[in-house]
């Protein structure tokens, strides 16, 4: 057989942990340390037997007893947290983080291609509805021009509000993404109301305020329509 490597008193008690089949969690909780102290000793280990995995070291050592037999307690060196082996039991989220984010970009270019080739007018959805103004509004992607009614712009807002907060309870990332790609819609929407309140969408700036700038916009989308529109618009026109 060839020789063993040097390994500490620490080290021997979290291979023989491992060997009785716990996770890093219950091997963490057993010796009363942090989980990822467990991944740091499991890093040295799998250096110090050559191995890759978990698995592998398993297999080299249930059938070779020395490691428990021999006192040779070397000083184990904690490695860094950069270019950990694969010792975690944590699922690696980088996998399903980038998944999605093709996802959404997917998502984006066939809402761009959509909307790009319907027509802007004649949506057949009712914008005091729910459902019928996230309908128009998502037809509308990134249409700035045109009006926008209360009810169309405030039942898309609150879609966004509760569309966001779902996802972020399930994971941040995820509710960043989804407000990523609801918020040029959002603010589409929000220029058109401000437009049918009589007034300019270039207000739509405040929002870069701190603090107030959200309430002042929130004040302009909540005035009632007005039969005029902006100078701008009727300049353009």
Known sequence: MSPLPQISNREREVIRLLLEGKSNKLIAQDMKVAERTIEFHLTNIYSKFQVSSRTELILRLKDDPRWLESENPGESTVANEENLPDNSDRPDSSNWVTSLKAAVAGIGKELSMAVSSA??????????DFFGSIRICMAKYADFKGRASRPEFWWFALFVLLGTSAFTLISETLGSLFLLAVLLPLLAAGARR???????????????APVGGIIVAGFLWAQPPVDSVPEEEAASS
């Open 119 to 128: 027509p802007h007018t004649g949506v057949n959805a009712d914008p005091t």
């Open 194 to 208: 401000l437009r049918d309140s009589g007034n300019s969408p270039w207000w739509l700036a405040i929002l870069l």
